[in-house]
């Protein structure tokens, strides 16, 4: 079920902070209920393009639409159309949950019952019913996110802007997360815009990815399409007997060319991607006994360092 | 003795370089104190003709040695808050946990805030006299203000340590202020004693504080008095503080 | 409109009186140093040309002032937050429009300012001040007091929006406090003795505001007075307000 005939589109979209472009020309387009991962270290531009994208910042160049509402130039219409979850979980630490919502409702023009039955469907929805009443300030991370959620989606919107909603958050949190937006898209139809830090996150959620560097993105698609951009798995062996790793370095380039690999394995990236069942196989041909034997498919950080020369965590310390 | 003298000259070094990085921390105590000396020494001048008020050095003078005790009491509350911020943050844990003689913490905490009160004070006598305010007393005398001034200090950063220390918390802060503010203010600020009237007067008149900033307004007009009676209430104060403070580091260590 | 500043307006000053820490402290020390000035500056009031016999109700109307500064700095310092947690840009993210949230976030000042008025205005009754231009004067001193917490208010408004941090909106406060000190404050200017202090205190507005106050207490109806008081904290709200407006637009650049 899609609800909104227009997603995002971005042309060339530019933002510069004195001497530093910040996104340097972007363009991307995310289609009507899709999940768009966007992925990218801090400092990236991912924050500053949701911020364009949201009305709260101004392009300095390019052009972009959200809901087939320009954001330069129509931001009350944009932001009638979205919901956003911004990086800080912006939230008054003296409200209540259900105060919050009641005057997120209100500023929408939301009124009387049905604002009353709205609170109380979207507390059930996020698990905060008995947490209602209680100040946020008391809230823990999860809780706080969770509260976020609801409070962008209190208008119904078409389009979600999520700017790293699980940062900081326990595995089970964000899984809980995870679910919830991934419903909202596929039974409500809803347009996901996500930028996260987390490779997991990307791969789990999104429809397709885009990565941004530097202001611009490197590449574009969905996590499998990335994935095979880079190609093919990799497959490491470790040998039950140490003096037989030089006769299964011999096998094992049968398959593929040399790779990195742990102390006392050998690793090969596989010419294809049926000859897993192969390199057994041949183990068991040469009587050649294997204490492991692990198959690596591509990650979405082999992406990243395959665009950028670096590592998704590597960026991250720069 | 020398692991304490080690532990505090090594806080006091820290908690000096923070207040020179961070301007915030050290331009409000300095301009309260000179803000309060404008404000009374310019604005209440006129006090001076009050019928019976008898103090001869000028308004002036007689104003600066109030600021001048108001200035180092709360030098040494200022330097609470840092303390009450390093439990918050977690510093003066890994002080509790590293620091091998711990009496040595308020010690240093001791040497910083008599540092920074120093150099308002320097910064507040500057300012009086270019004002033109006329000093009686010799240099015996003025050591003998500044003497009560240091020990007020002390005094100050005691009772508030023994605050920020139970409290651990910034959130204790108008508990360390509140009372040295009404202390302070429940002594003669702005005429001498015998011109008070109704219930301040009764208060004032048991106020330690009365005598200590007596005695200092003796000493910068040249006319010494009740001197011995003021530096035995200071020093009294000192020791029943410090009790305060080292009650109040054990409240910490067992809070753990 | 109206709507959307009564709601803000609501949220702020449910939050301020959320926070008794913040709230408690400002309404009691005017009190205390009413209670310790009115005392200690007593003798003043034995001054040639000094115009009551009651320092009380000559202080009364500084703690009003007084009250509102503090006031103006829990406005600033929430709004510095409101900044800081990034709330300002979930209000942005509605249909609120910029004056309605500029207004609305003055209510929890304005809700403090009536409440120190309030109070202060009863303890002063309470401890005797007898009030010259009786029960209207009270409603007027009231209105005048409300008025003054308004002006500062948003003038912390605009210091939180300018510096966008709560330590950047405190580190301003000593200058706001020495306006005050440097004004009419403990004695009419023309008891006022050094040359400099009276020229200053005479050009500052707070001085006509606190008098404007005063003239309420103890001088009867004074138009002049009154004139000066509600007009220098008009021209305050205004030049606050105006301040703040462009600081918001810039603050909250949304398309």
Redesign the interface.
């Known amino acids: 079920m899609s609800r909104s005939d227009e997603g995002i589109e971005a042309i060339g979209l530019r933002r510069q902070f004195k001497d530093v472009e910040a996104v340097a020309g972007i363009d991307l387009r995310v289609l009507p209920g899709e999940i768009y991962g966007f992925l990218g270290p801090n400092g990236a531009g991912k924050s500053t393009t949701v911020h364009m994208l949201?009305?709260?910042?101004?392009p300095s160049g390019g052009r972009a639409t959200v809901a087939g509402f320009d954001?330069?130039?129509q931001?009350?219409q944009?932001?009638?159309a979205?919901g956003?979850a911004?990086?800080?979980?912006?939230?008054?630490p003296?409200?209540t949950g259900a105060?919050h919502l009641r005057?997120?409702a209100?500023?929408?023009?939301i009124r009387g019952d049905e604002r009353k039955r709205l609170i109380g469907r979207l507390l059930d929805r996020v698990g905060l019913t008995s947490a209602g009443n209680r100040?946020v300030r008391a809230y823990s991370g999860g809780m706080k996110r969770r509260l976020d959620l609801a409070?962008a989606l209190i208008h119904d919107p078409s389009i979600l802007f999520l700017d790293e909603p699980t940062t900081g958050l326990d595995p089970q949190s964000r899984t809980a997360l995870w679910d919830e937006v991934g419903r909202l898209a596929r039974d409500e139809g809803v347009t996901v815009f996500l930028t996260t830090q987390y490779l997991e996150e990307a791969d789990v959620l999104a429809d397709r990815v885009g990565i941004i560097d530097h202001g611009r993105i490197v590449a574009e698609g969905t996590p499998s399409q990335l994935k095979a951009q880079i190609g093919k798995p990799t497959v490491e062996v470790v040998p039950e007997s140490p003096d037989e790793l030089e006769r299964l370095r011999e096998l094992l380039r049968r398959f593929g060319a040399e790779t990195a690999a742990r102390p006392g394995a050998f690793a090969v990236q596989l010419d294809g991607h049926g000859a897993l069942p192969e390199v057994v196989r041949a183990l068991d041909t040469e009587n050649l006994r294997a204490a492991q034997i692990n198959l690596h498919e591509p990650s979405l950080d082999d992406v990243f360092l395959a665009k950028t020369g670096r590592t998704l965590e590597g960026a991250e310390e720069e | 003795m020398r692991r304490t003298t080690d532990v505090a000259l090594g806080l006091a070094h820290r908690q000096v370089t923070v207040l020179f990085k961070n301007p915030s921390l050290f331009i409000p105590p300095m301009l309260f104190p000179l803000m309060n000396f404008m404000a009374f020494a310019g604005g209440l001048s006129r006090l001076r003709h009050v019928p019976g008020f008898d103090f001869h050095g000028g308004y002036t003078a007689f104003q600066f040695v109030f600021v001048l005790l108001q200035s180092a009491a709360f030098g040494g509350v200022f330097a609470g808050f840092g303390i009450a911020r390093d439990f918050e943050r977690g510093f003066a844990r890994r002080l509790l946990v590293s620091a091998p003689q711990r009496s040595g913490i308020i010690a240093g905490y001791a040497i910083a805030a008599l540092v920074r009160w120093a150099m308002i004070a320097v910064v507040l006598t500057c300012v009086a006299l270019v004002a033109g305010m006329k000093i009686g007393g010799n240099g015996v005398d003025l050591f003998g203000l500044y003497g009560l001034a240091i020990i007020f200090n002390q005094v100050g950063l005691l009772w508030a340590a023994g605050v920020a220390m139970r409290f651990r918390s910034v959130q204790a802060g108008p508990l360390m202020q509140t009372p040295v503010f009404m202390a302070l203010f429940l002594a003669p600020v702005y005429v001498p004693l015998d011109l008070l009237s109704g219930w301040i007067h009764a208060v004032a008149r048991l106020n330690p504080l009365t005598f200590i900033l007596e005695a200092g307004r003796g000493f910068i007009q040249g006319e010494p008095t009740q001197v011995a009676l003021a530096f035995g209430l200071a020093v009294a104060l000192l020791v029943i503080f410090a009790v305060w403070a080292r009650t109040g580091l054990r409240a910490a260590e067992n809070a753990g | 409109m109206t709507?959307?500043v009564w709601?803000i307006a609501q949220?702020s000053v449910?939050?301020t009186f959320?926070?008794p820490g913040t709230w408690i402290p400002p309404l009691t020390f005017p009190l205390m140093l009413m209670a310790v000035n009115s005392n200690g500056l007593r003798a003043a009031t034995h001054l040639p040309g000094f115009p009551t016999d009651s320092f009380l109700a000559f202080f009364l109307p500084f703690s009003f002032l007084q009250g509102a500064l503090f006031a103006s700095g829990i406005a600033g310092v929430d709004l510095a937050r409101?900044i800081d947690?990034?709330?300002?840009?979930?209000?942005?993210?509605?249909?609120?429009r910029g004056s309605a949230l500029l207004i609305g976030q003055i209510g929890g000042a304005v809700g403090l300012g009536a409440l120190q008025a309030c109070v202060y205005l009863s303890v002063g009754l309470i401890f005797g001040v007898h009030i010259d231009t009786g029960v209207a004067g009270a409603f007027l001193i009231l209105l005048l007091a409300v008025l003054i917490a308004t002006g500062w208010g948003t003038l912390g408004l605009w210091l939180a929006l300018r510096t966008g941090s709560g330590e950047g909106v405190q580190s301003q406060f000593p200058l706001l406090f020495f306006a005050t000190f440097i004004s009419s404050m403990n004695l009419p200017r023309n008891l006022i003795e050094v040359t400099w202090f009276r020229d200053v205190a005479t050009i500052n507005p707070v001085s006509y505001m606190i008098e404007g106050l005063r003239s309420l207490v103890i001088s009867g109806w004074d138009a002049q007075a009154l004139l000066l008081g509600f007009g220098f904290s008009l021209a305050l709200i205004a030049v606050s307000l105006g301040l703040a407006g462009r600081q918001l637009k810039v603050r909250?650049?949304?398309?």
Do not use: Y
């Open positions: 949201t009305t709260l910042l101004p954001v330069a130039k931001g009350s944009v932001r009638a979205i956003a911004l990086q800080e979980a912006a939230l008054d003296f409200l105060e005057l997120q209100s500023l929408h023009g100040k409070l | 709507q959307q709601l949220r449910v939050r959320r926070q409101d947690t990034g709330f300002l840009n979930r209000l942005a993210l509605t249909p609120v909250m650049a949304r398309t």
